[in-house]
């Protein structure tokens, strides 16, 4: 258990350390890949980025809600290789609605206080991935898989 803890530590060290993340979705079959906004929930359940509905990744996730996130802590330095973190969460996204919107838009701006009037807008979706697992792949070849719900 001691061991489930510490990972999640690191999960939230990392999710907090950066601000962006790369949203993969696919249509029909086709990858899509593009870089979005996050911030994680405090029980490592969910993921949340804001979107425009105009968007690809939203008509892509409107089609197939299957997703992934790619959360790194590269620095674009040859030392990466065997120092950065990478984390893939994956699982379904759903737009919030109703009484939990206000709360996570809340989490949101906390972090991204700079995006208040893009995720208020009314043509904007905020978006949740229920995460299923996180794979994290450290010191280059180091796999560790953990499911939230554990």
Do not use: C, W
Not at 9 to 37: M, N, R
Not at 84 to 106: S, W, Y
Request: no cysteine; aromatic share 6%.
């Amino acid at each position: 258990m001691e061991d489930l803890e510490k990972l999640k530590i690191q999960l939230k060290d990392l999710f907090s350390a950066q601000k962006l993340a790369v949203l993969s979705t696919q249509s029909e079959g086709q990858p899509y890949a593009s870089l979005v906004s996050f911030v994680a929930t405090d029980d490592l359940k969910h993921l949340l980025f804001a979107t425009s509905r105009a968007t690809r990744k939203y008509a892509n996730l409107a089609a197939d809600s299957r997703a992934a996130l790619l959360i790194d802590s590269r620095s674009n330095r040859d030392s990466d290789l065997h120092r950065a973190v990478a984390v893939t969460a994956t699982g379904t996204v759903d737009e919030i609605q109703g009484p939990d919107r206000d709360r996570l838009v809340g989490l949101y701006l906390a972090k991204h206080p700079y995006l208040d009037e893009f995720v208020n807008s009314p043509s904007n979706a905020l978006l949740r991935l229920k995460v299923e697992v996180y794979v994290m792949v450290r010191r280059f070849q180091n796999v560790i898989t953990l499911r939230p719900s554990e």
